[in-house]
């Protein structure tokens, strides 16, 4: 089974403050992704990065940047939080290849910036 | 632009009661459709990929199809445990990224 761990259920931050969010698969995938979901909108791309080392940006990226040193793990960093990042954070992995391949995600973390 | 219209936003069904979602796309050569279940407060769980018009894949009580634009899933006589918020969604053209609808929501009443 295809395992993709988040490393809080929860997060409480203060605006101003820097936050971490990691992201863990265990299936060698070579493509990983970070969502926010927010109600009425849907899932939104926020970063994304296909290798090691290798980002993208994603839709709304603004306010948010990503680390990816090892293939299994992909960090997602709010520089200095703010309360219009309160949402539902989803981590993602895939395989990579040249025609379409399923995302399989995380539980997410419900992040409140207050 | 490229777009993903789910419909209806919320169903309520009794149970045994069949029905179907819609998802519709706008986008430039699709790769593939993929269809989610979500429970509250979880990830998406994945449950189907379609890659051509045509194509049908079942999965317990549920099955979907694909055509050059739109996508079903239809819920065969539906449990409580089915309920959840369905979401699609598409990748295209020659980038990574995935296009998501806003998911129906589905409940169903024993």
């Known amino acids: 089974d295809v395992k993709v761990t988040q490393s809080s259920r929860y997060l409480v931050k203060r605006t101003g403050e820097k936050v971490f969010l990691e992201c863990v698969q265990d299936?060698?995938?070579?493509?990983m992704f970070w969502y926010r979901q927010d109600p009425g909108l849907g899932l939104r791309l926020i970063y994304f990065?296909?290798?090691?080392?290798?980002?993208e940006k994603g839709d709304i990226p603004e306010g948010y940047s990503v680390s990816r040193e090892k293939k299994e793990r992909f960090s997602l960093i709010l520089e200095s939080a703010s309360t219009n990042q309160t949402s539902m954070y989803l981590c993602?992995?895939?395989?990579?290849?040249?025609?379409?391949?399923?995302?399989?995600f995380g539980p997410g973390t419900r992040l409140t910036v207050t | 632009e490229d777009q993903v219209t789910q419909s209806p936003e919320a169903l309520r069904l009794q149970e045994g009661e069949s029905s179907s979602l819609n998802c519709s796309y706008t986008?430039?050569?699709?790769?593939?459709l993929f269809w989610y279940r979500q429970d509250p407060g979880k990830g998406p769980e994945f449950l189907f990929t379609?890659?051509?018009a045509g194509e049908e894949k079942e999965k317990e009580r549920l099955k979907a199809t694909l055509t050059k634009k739109e996508s079903f899933l239809h819920i065969t006589a539906p449990k409580p445990e089915d309920s959840a918020t369905y979401l699609c969604?598409?990748?295209?053209?020659?980038?990574?990224?995935?296009?998501f609808g806003t998911g129906t929501s589905l409940t169903v009443i024993p």
């Open positions: 993602a992995s895939s395989f990579l290849d040249r025609y379409t391949y399923e995302q399989y």
């Open positions: 299936m060698d995938h070579e493509n």
């Open positions: 990065s296909y290798d090691v080392k290798m980002k």
């Open positions: 986008v430039s050569g699709l790769r593939g």
């Open positions: 379609l890659y051509s």
């Open positions: 969604a598409v990748q295209a053209g020659g980038g990574n990224q995935f296009y």
